[in-house]
C-alpha cells in the first residue's frame, strides 16, 4: 500500500490542523492505520492509531482530549484532527498502514507515508 500525507503547516499554540493521508494500492479497508511523529533530534513516537472500520482508536496520552484521528474507507483516507495545538507538537508527522493493528500501533510495518511538517508557534 501506498500512503501520501497532507495537511501540515505552521500555525499558532491554540489553534487547529486537520492531516489527511491517502491510500492506495490495496484494499484500505484491510489495514488499521495509525500517525507517528518525529520532532528534531528525537525519536519517531506514536501518536494514534484506528482500527480496520474505526471502530476501536487509541492515543498517546500526550494528545489524548486533543487530537482526534479518523477514516473514511470510501475515500480510502485517514485523517488526524489536531486541535489546542502547543510548541511541542512541533513535529514531521507520518502515517502509517498495516493488516495487524498490534503492528501499526508499534511501527513495526514497511508501510510508511513520507511525513508532513507541522510547526506550532508561541
Known amino acids: 500500500v501506498q500512503l501520501q500525507a497532507s495537511g501540515g503547516g505552521l500555525v499558532q499554540a491554540g489553534g487547529s490542523l486537520r492531516l489527511s493521508c491517502a491510500a492506495s494500492g490495496r484494499t484500505f479497508s484491510n489495514y488499521a492505520m495509525a500517525w507517528f511523529r518525529q520532532a528534531p533530534g528525537k525519536e519517531r513516537g506514536f501518536v494514534a492509531s484506528?482500527?480496520?472500520?474505526?471502530?476501536?482508536?487509541y492515543y498517546a496520552d500526550s494528545v489524548k482530549g486533543r487530537f482526534t484521528i479518523s477514516r473514511d474507507n470510501a475515500q480510502n483516507t485517514v485523517y488526524l484532527q489536531m486541535n489546542s495545538l502547543k510548541p511541542e507538537d512541533t513535529a514531521v508527522y507520518y502515517c502509517?498502514?498495516?493488516?495487524?493493528?498490534?503492528?501499526?500501533?508499534?511501527?513495526?510495518?514497511?508501510?510508511w507515508g513520507q511525513g508532513t511538517q507541522v510547526t506550532v508557534s508561541s
Open positions: 484506528i482500527s480496520w472500520t474505526g471502530t476501536n482508536t
Open positions: 502509517t498502514a498495516d493488516v495487524n493493528l498490534g503492528n501499526v500501533r508499534t511501527g513495526a510495518t514497511p508501510y
